[in-house]
């Protein structure tokens, strides 16, 4: 679906046309039902889809929750043992079946696979208040290494970036840790100054890995633009509100989300939503979600224009507009259980939409679940956009050349075309343009 718009400017020898015309890759909104997997644990904590597999799914959980994980100012508390934490399980066609479990009695809250050795994957263990660390596979999740790496650290989040694997540990005021040996012979609190930071999640820019992005506690985003050596503090936009989850774009080194709630007392918590920066994280708006806590936010892997969003009790947020507009999709997930970490795997991102696995904690109906196909809305996205409208063209009259400015409502693929009089196409240009004002010549 395309929205023009035309203007036409005088030549000093003849009349052309010049069209711009947005496309947005999705269709409209369809019904969809959830369907919940062969996974037995009641508590996901994370769903893991390795890069080099189109059809295996890790899923790690519990039979028992966290406790004060969603409210407290103090400690998180990771229970532990047999029955209790139950590890990991493989599923090798996409949540048909899934294995045994591996590295029963730990709670694995993350993985990570390292992209200069598909083969090697790190697992963060957590348990009570300040213990756990981080396990090692060599062979693709088939064997670990169980001595702790890093340890007496309820590690909860793992990401990479150039050649640093950084860690967040719970319920420490410098939770950040990093290293450049898989925390081997080392485990610092980063490059280099400590980071006074309450952390719940973290995420590196796949495109510029210089850049690392905390989700704080009390400070929302904080920013590194030099590897995690210095911080900045940015909260315009995120004021007074608690940052649960971030993710840097994989598709545009600008954009960043956080997924957000907002303490009100010891025992609750007001869900705010899904907030977007454009900017690197220095100025956020709301997009989406309204009262959700949003813990976890997944992008398509190839599919610049779809996210999805775990919204705790409001279950799954859907955007078919890179961010800018967000639906809820959640028919089939049971009523008050809570999605607490989300995935999309590389199935399609095309005009059928995409599909969506989510983690759910429930002690009845808690476990994964997975949608078919979703798409959103194009008749409501386009009714919010404000006009595309052209500023500037110059000179006037136009020559053999011409600067021409207009403003972008939204960041999306865009078509320039100039056409002379008969119609002929004179120029031609497509490519993707972000949100505010954009120039070519």
């Given amino acids: 679906m395309k929205k023009n718009i035309l203007f036409e400017g005088i030549c000093r020898k003849k009349a052309i046309t010049l069209a711009i015309s947005l496309f947005f890759a999705f269709s409209g909104a369809t019904a969809q039902t959830w369907t919940k997997l062969n996974y037995p644990e009641r508590y996901v904590n994370k769903i893991f889809i390795p890069g080099n597999s189109a059809n295996t799914i890790v899923v790690a959980g519990d039979n028992l929750p966290p406790i004060y994980e969603e409210y407290s100012f ?17 599923s090798n066609d996409m949540g048909q079946t899934f294995s045994d479990v591996r590295l029963d009695t730990f709670s694995i809250r993350d993985f990570l696979q390292l992209p200069s050795n598909p083969n090697t994957w790190l697992a963060a263990t957590a348990r009570f208040e300040n213990e756990g660390g981080i396990l090692v596979s060599t062979d693709a999740g088939q064997t670990w290494d169980v001595t702790e790496r890093c340890p007496n650290n309820a590690f909860i989040r793992l990401q990479s970036g150039g050649n640093r694997v950084y860690a967040i540990a719970a319920n420490k005021s410098s939770s950040l840790r990093s290293s450049q040996s898989i925390f081997t012979d080392d485990c610092s609190s980063g490059p280099g100054e400590s980071v006074n930071a309450l952390a719940r999640d973290i995420s590196v820019s796949p495109i510029d890995p210089s850049r690392v992005f905390i989700a704080d506690q009390f400070s929302g985003v904080r920013i590194s633009s030099d590897s995690g050596k210095t911080f900045t503090v940015n909260t315009n936009g995120l004021e007074n509100l608690r940052v649960l989850s971030v993710l840097a774009s994989r598709h545009n080194a600008n954009i960043v989300y956080a997924g957000t709630d907002s303490i009100i007392s010891i025992t609750a918590s007001k869900g705010y939503g899904i907030y977007k920066s454009l900017d690197t994280g220095r100025t956020w708006r709301k997009v989406g979600a309204p009262n959700a806590r949003i813990w976890a936010i997944a992008e398509h892997p190839t599919n610049q224009y779809y996210l999805a969003a775990a919204g705790d009790s409001t279950g799954v947020w859907v955007s078919g507009s890179q961010g800018e507009n967000w639906e809820n999709h959640s028919s089939g997930i049971p009523a008050n259980s809570k999605v607490r970490t989300i995935t999309i795997p590389n199935l399609s991102g095309n005009e ?8 759910v904690q429930d002690s009845a109906h808690g476990g994964v679940y997975m949608s078919s196909a979703i798409t959103t809305s194009v008749e409501e996205i386009m009714g919010r956009l404000p006009q595309l409208s052209i500023n500037r063209v110059f000179p006037q009259p136009m020559s053999n050349t011409a600067e021409v400015s207009w403003n972008m409502p939204i960041g999306a693929d865009a078509i320039i075309e100039v056409s002379d009089i008969t119609g002929r196409k004179v120029f031609q240009s497509k490519r993707f343009y972000s949100q505010g004002e954009q120039r070519i010549e």
Wanted: charged fraction near 10%; hydrophobic fraction near 35%.
């Fill in 352 to 359: 059928n939409g995409i599909r969506i696995i989510a983690g």
């Fill in 74 to 90: 103090g400690s998180i508390m990771y229970y532990t043992g047999a029955g209790l934490s139950r590890g990991y399980r493989i």
